[in-house]
Every structure is written in structure tokens, then in C-alpha cells.
């Protein structure tokens, strides 16, 4: 089964910039769409943008729309989240997975971001 790593998190100013990736492993990555989440401290996990496999479809939450852009690399399988004019909402954990079959059943561990006001 496919496993996946999250780095890139860390802690940015208000207006600053990040990028996650996500790494995976094994042969089927290009098979599935791939998912950014993320949840907040007290709040559930929320939809943040995927992307499908060839990478011709994709979709942003209306929170993220214009600042933040998913893509992905199937020679290096990996998933991106360029993240930019971050604002102190986006802190979170954020995490990365993959619709292997009719739902999101794979899970990275999560990757914190914070960004300071």
C-alpha cells in the first residue's frame, strides 16, 4: 500500500510563503487523486485542494482560492502545496492523501504550519 511523508511545515510571518511536499512510495502513485487537508486546533479537518492524476483537474477550498497552488511531479511521486500569502488562519496541521479507491484512505502524518500575526 501506498505510504506518505509530508515535509515543509514550519513557522512564516503573516504574508510569508511556504511549500509542502508530500513524498510517496510505490509504483501506484500516478493511479490516484491526491488531497491536501488540514485541521486546526479545535476545529476538523478541512478539504484544502487536490489534484487528479494526470494533474488536469484540480480544485481549491474558496479559504485558499488565489493564494495557495497544488501540483504534482509522477517521475519523483510527489505532490506539492505552494502556499503564499499565508495568513494567521492557515495555521494548522496540514496533510496530504490519497484517493486510492472511492474515498481519501491513505494518510500522511502531517506536517504543522504556523504562521505568526
Known amino acids: 500500500q501506498v505510504q506518505l511523508v509530508e515535509s515543509g511545515g514550519g513557522l512564516v510571518q503573516h504574508g510569508g510563503s511556504l511549500r509542502l511536499s508530500c513524498a510517496a512510495n510505490g509504483r501506484t502513485f500516478s493511479r490516484y487523486t491526491m488531497g491536501w487537508f488540514r485541521q486546526a486546533p479545535g476545529k476538523e479537518r478541512e478539504f484544502v485542494a487536490h489534484?487528479?492524476?494526470?494533474?488536469?483537474?484540480?480544485k481549491y477550498a474558496d479559504s485558499v482560492k488565489g493564494r495557495f497552488t497544488i501540483s504534482r511531479d509522477n517521475v519523483k511521486i510527489t505532490v506539492y502545496l505552494q502556499m503564499n500569502s499565508l495568513k494567521p488562519e492557515d495555521t494548522a496541521v496540514y496533510y496530504c492523501?490519497?484517493?486510492?479507491?472511492?474515498?481519501?484512505?491513505?494518510w500522511g502524518q502531517g506536517t504543522q504550519v504556523t504562521v505568526s500575526s
Open positions: 492523501a490519497a484517493k486510492t479507491l472511492y474515498t481519501y484512505d491513505v
Open positions: 489534484i487528479s492524476q494526470s494533474g488536469e483537474s484540480i
